[in-house]
């Protein structure tokens, strides 16, 4: 029987490398994307080709809140159930705290919590029954920063969503976890100065960033296991550790 996943965001970073993991375990995927549409439907031709699986990219930027009808729609016309969502993509700001707008504080919020669960409320009954929902949390939940307030915030939210959903989903018989991630060496941690990546790396114990890939295995363990269930796994390679 095919199994399909859908991932936010699951073109690039973190998304990207779940999307590879579960098709290395024969998922068929769904990836939503914002805006780059090359980029886009040349990551699910190749994935496609290369894992002989289904694999559709879907433009719904996580800002609108038509997307939440656009992947609910895309589902119904392809006739498709869901074995797993991964709801990856986030949105931050990182103006400062005395410059910080509502307009910019309210964006994030949707992105990161608003746009998450009005998502699973429209297509919770097109997840299969033993199905698992995986949220993408943050280090910055647990380790708060300067850098964005709201992007801290709105993870912390994140998280305590995966310990109140559980409850919620119990009728569905569809299980909710979290990875909340350190610093993983996507493309847009590589932009970063070399003097803050080596300041990053000092304060872990491992002394390197996290690989996509070994990220990524943490996401496909929750969905494997079904005895997890309200948990949230942080993964930051010792940080913080002196």
């Known amino acids: 029987m095919k199994k399909f996943a859908l991932i936010t965001g699951g073109t690039k970073g973190i998304g990207k490398a779940v999307a590879t993991c579960l098709a290395d375990s024969g998922f068929n995927l769904i990836l939503t994307y914002a805006s780059d549409d090359k980029n886009a439907t040349a990551v699910a031709s190749e994935l496609s080709q290369s894992h002989s699986v289904e694999a559709y990219a879907l433009k719904a930027d996580i800002s609108q809140s038509e997307s939440i009808q656009a992947i609910y729609d895309f589902l119904m016309e392809k006739s498709l159930h869901l074995d797993a969502l991964v709801l990856n993509a986030g949105l931050t700001c990182r103006d400062s705290f005395e410059n910080l707008k509502l307009e910019d504080w309210e964006r994030v919020f949707f992105a990161n919590v608003h746009f998450p669960v009005f998502l699973i409320q429209k297509i919770v009954t097109l997840i299969n029954p033993g199905g698992c929902i995986v949220f993408t949390g943050s280090l910055m939940a647990v380790h708060p920063h300067s850098v964005s307030l ?65 990220i990524a295995e943490v996401y496909k363990m929750l969905i494997a296991n079904d005895y997890f269930n309200g948990d949230v796994i942080v993964v930051d390679g010792g940080y913080s550790y002196k």
């Open 150 to 214: 709201a992007y801290g915030v709105t993870k912390s939210a994140v998280h305590a969503l995966v310990k109140n959903l559980v409850k919620f989903l119990v009728p569905y018989k569809v299980r909710v976890n979290g990875v909340a991630p350190g610093f993983v060496d996507t493309e847009w941690q590589k932009t970063k100065p070399a003097e803050i990546r080596h300041n990053i790396e000092n304060k872990t114990s491992l002394g390197r960033f996290c690989k996509p890939e070994e």
